[in-house]
């Protein structure tokens, strides 16, 4: 199942590849260009402009909510009909403290907002708000691929697991490319698999 795109590839494999690498140059340009440091840390909106910064090149969704009910594994993701109001009630979320900020990420993920590409973008947004508030980012090369992925999927449930294993690595090299850029290394193993459209399973 190979999601519509602008380069009209049709092999899901060889679009990973080209998404990632196509992603990885814009989010390198995002911080290079110092776009990011223009940006509002905690908003929707800024959350929709990375998302469309990363993949405008690829996708006509890239910044745009998704118009399609989505799940990965057993896990279904904020139905379409709440899909509005929930980003609306999350962007309200307070993030003042490093609590306050994870639980905030954890109830974007938990939304899903897009149809692709959630992981990269929330995972920047995640980095842009912990650098504002915090004057701290998360070294996600220290972030077990594994761990994460499951206290991710149990997060909703019960959020300390996902608390403890990213305050593990804060670091302080804010400013540093080569730690924001690992928050879209590997993405694929991060994202774990491709959320499935509900309509088509």
């Not at 799940?71 to 509005?84: C, H, M, Q, S, V």
């Not at 003042?96 to 995972?123: L, Q, W």
């Not at 400013?175 to 590997?186: A, L, P, T």
């Amino acid at each position: 199942m190979t999601l519509e795109n602008k380069l009209n590839i049709t092999n899901q494999v060889e679009l990973a590849r080209e998404e990632e690498r196509i992603s990885k140059i814009r989010a390198k340009e995002m911080f290079e260009t110092g776009y990011l440091n223009t940006l509002e840390p905690g908003t929707f909106e800024t959350l929709k402009k990375i998302h469309k910064f990363l993949f405008e090149d690829i996708y006509e969704f890239a910044g745009k909510l998704r118009k399609v009910n989505i799940a990965k594994g057993n896990f279904r993701f904020i139905p379409l009909t709440y899909l509005d109001e929930a980003v609306k009630n999350i962007e309200k979320m307070p993030q003042s403290t490093y609590e306050e900020i994870i639980e905030k990420y954890v109830e974007m993920n938990i939304a899903h907002p897009f149809r692709e590409g959630n992981g990269r973008s929330t995972r920047i947004w995640l980095d842009l708000i912990l650098k504002r508030e915090l004057n701290l980012v998360i070294d996600w090369s220290k972030v077990d691929k594994t761990d994460y992925l499951l206290a991710m999927e149990r997060s909703p449930i019960k959020d300390i697991e996902i608390k403890e294993l990213l305050k593990k690595s804060l670091t302080n090299k804010i400013d540093d490319r080569e730690v924001y850029m690992k928050g879209i290394d590997n993405s694929y193993l991060y994202e774990g698999y491709l959320a499935f459209k509900i309509d088509e399973l």
